[in-house]
C-alpha cells in the first residue's frame, strides 16, 4: 500500500515542485490581489499570474509548454498549447498588434494642439538612456542594457519588443517589472510629482487647447510615420501599427475596422500577450541575482524618466511666457492614459478647478512615440 501511495506520489507535481516554485506561485498569488483588491492594471496583472501559475507547476507546465517533438519514425508530437500561444511573444508579433489597438484608442489631437508639449515626451525618455547607462556600468552586455533601460517608458509592449530582439533570456523579468511599474504608476508617480514641483507651479492654469482640423488628424499620422520610418527604419514595426490605428480612428468611415481594433484585437491580444508573459517566469529563470538587479534598475529607470520630464517642463517655463504646468511632464511616460490621470488628480488636490488632463495627454501620448523610436534607435545601433 506505502509503494503504491509512493508510485502515486511521485506522479504527483508535488514530488517535483522546488521552493523557488512555490515562490513564484506566491507572487502569482500577490499580483492577483494587487490586481483585484487595489484595482492595479488588472486587465494586465490576472493574465499574467495565471500564466506564471502556469509555467511553475512542474508536471503540467510539462504539458502546456512542451515543445513539438519529432519522433524516429518522423512522426510529431505536437506541442503544448501555450508553447503555439508563446510564439506570438517570441517572434515579437504582439507588440506591434497592441500598438496598432492603441492607436485606434489614442487621440492625437491635444498633442497637435499644444505641440510644444511634445518635447516632454521626449525629454522623458532621458530616463530610459541613463538607464542604458547603468546597466552597461554592472556589465550588463549593450544589447541586455538597452532592454533594460526601455523599461523607463513605461510601455509594456515596446519593452516586449526590444527584449525578443535582444535578450529572449531576460524577457520574462523585463516584461513583469514593466508591467508592474505600470500598475504602480498611482502609487509612484505622485510623490516625485509632489517633490519636485511646489504648490504654486501645481496650481498654474494651462490656457485650453485649440480645436484640432480633421484634416490636420488624418495628415499627422501619415507624416509621422513616413518621417519616423525615413529617420529610424527600425521603429516602423511599432510607430507604423500606432499610426495605422490612429488613421482608421481618424478618417470617420471605417467605424467597423475601429471597433475591431479597439475591443475585439485588443482585448484578444492583450490576453495571449500577458499570459505568455506570465508563462515565460519560470522559477528558474525568474529567481536570480540578476533578475533581481534588472528589477530595481526598472524601477531607476521608471522613476528618472518621470523626474526628466518634470525637470524639463521647469526648464521650459524659464523661457516661455505661457507657463506649463511641471506636473505634466510627469506624464511623459508613455502609460496611457494613466500618467495623464495621475496628474490631473494631483493638480486638483491643491485647486479642484483646474484641469489639466487634456494638457497631460499630449507629453503622455508623445511618450508613446519617443519611447518607439527610442527602441528603434537601439535596434539600429546594437542589432
Same mark, same amino acid.
Given at each position: 500500500?506505502?509503494?503504491?501511495f ?7 507535481? &508535488? %514530488? ?6 512555490i ?12 490586481? #483585484? ?8 496583472? /490576472?493574465?499574467?499570474? !495565471? ?12 504539458? @502546456? ?24 511573444? $517570441?517572434?515579437?508579433?504582439y507588440?506591434?498588434?497592441? &500598438?496598432?489597438c492603441? =492607436? ?12 510644444i508639449?511634445?518635447?516632454? =515626451? ?19 552586455? !549593450?544589447?541586455?542594457? %538597452? ?10 509592449p ?10 529572449? $533570456?531576460?524577457?520574462?523579468i ?15 508617480? *505622485? ?8 504648490? $504654486? ?10 480645436? @484640432? ?5 488624418? @495628415? !499627422? ?19 507604423? *501599427?500606432?499610426?495605422?490605428?490612429n488613421?482608421?480612428?481618424? +478618417? ?5 475596422? @475601429?471597433?475591431?481594433?479597439?475591443k ?12 505568455? #508573459? ?6 528558474? +529563470? ?6 533581481l ?10 522613476v528618472?524618466?518621470? /523626474? ?5 517642463a ?13 506636473? /505634466? ?7 496611457v ?47
Open positions: 500500500m506505502l509503494d503504491q509512493a508510485l502515486f506520489f511521485q506522479s504527483t507535481g &508535488f %514530488a517535483q515542485l522546488t521552493m523557488g516554485n515562490f513564484m506561485l506566491i507572487i502569482a498569488g500577490v499580483l492577483v490581489y494587487v490586481a #483585484v483588491k487595489k484595482d492595479a492594471e488588472p486587465l494586465l496583472l /490576472i493574465p499574467i499570474a !495565471f500564466g506564471i501559475i502556469f509555467s511553475n507547476i512542474p508536471l503540467l507546465a510539462t504539458g @502546456v509548454l512542451a515543445e513539438p517533438q519529432v519522433l524516429e519514425n518522423g512522426g510529431l508530437v505536437p506541442g503544448g498549447f501555450l508553447y503555439y500561444i508563446k510564439q506570438g511573444l $517570441d517572434l515579437g508579433i507588440p506591434p498588434l497592441i &500598438f496598432l492603441i =492607436g485606434a484608442l489614442t487621440d492625437f489631437s491635444f498633442m497637435l494642439s499644444y505641440p508639449t511634445i518635447f516632454l =515626451g521626449g525629454a522623458a525618455q532621458i530616463g530610459v538612456y541613463l538607464t542604458f547607462l547603468l546597466a552597461r556600468a554592472f556589465h550588463f552586455t !549593450f544589447p541586455e542594457a %538597452a532592454a533594460i533601460g526601455i523599461i523607463g517608458g513605461a510601455d509594456g515596446t519593452s516586449i519588443y526590444l527584449a525578443t530582439k535582444f535578450s529572449p $533570456d531576460l524577457l520574462p523585463i516584461a513583469i517589472s514593466a508591467y508592474s511599474y505600470i500598475a504602480l504608476i498611482p502609487i509612484l508617480q *505622485p510623490p516625485i510629482s509632489k517633490l519636485l514641483t511646489t504648490k $504654486d507651479e501645481r496650481k498654474i492654469r494651462m490656457k485650453p487647447p485649440r480645436k @484640432v482640423s480633421k484634416t490636420e488628424k488624418i @495628415v !499627422f499620422p501619415i507624416i509621422t510615420t513616413v518621417i519616423t520610418a525615413l529617420i529610424v527604419p527600425q521603429s516602423l514595426a511599432l510607430v507604423g *501599427p500606432l499610426m495605422f490605428g488613421l482608421l480612428r481618424e +478618417v470617420g468611415n471605417v467605424k467597423r475596422l @475601429v471597433e475591431a481594433a479597439s475585439y484585437i485588443l482585448d484578444t491580444t492583450t490576453i495571449l500577450l500577458c499570459l505568455s #508573459v506570465g508563462a515565460s517566469a519560470r522559477a528558474d +529563470v525568474f529567481l536570480s541575482p540578476k533578475s538587479l534588472i528589477f530595481g534598475m526598472g524601477a531607476f529607470a521608471f528618472t524618466c518621470i /523626474i526628466s520630464g518634470i525637470l524639463f521647469k526648464l521650459m517655463n524659464l523661457f516661455l511666457k505661457d507657463k506649463i504646468n511641471p506636473l /505634466i511632464g510627469g506624464a511623459g511616460v508613455s502609460a492614459p494613466d500618467s495623464a490621470r495621475v496628474a490631473q488628480k494631483i493638480a486638483q488636490e491643491e485647486d479642484p478647478t483646474n484641469f489639466i488632463l487634456m494638457h497631460a495627454m499630449s507629453p503622455n501620448v508623445a511618450g508613446v512615440i519617443g519611447t518607439a523610436v527610442a527602441a528603434g534607435m537601439f535596434l539600429a545601433m546594437l542589432k
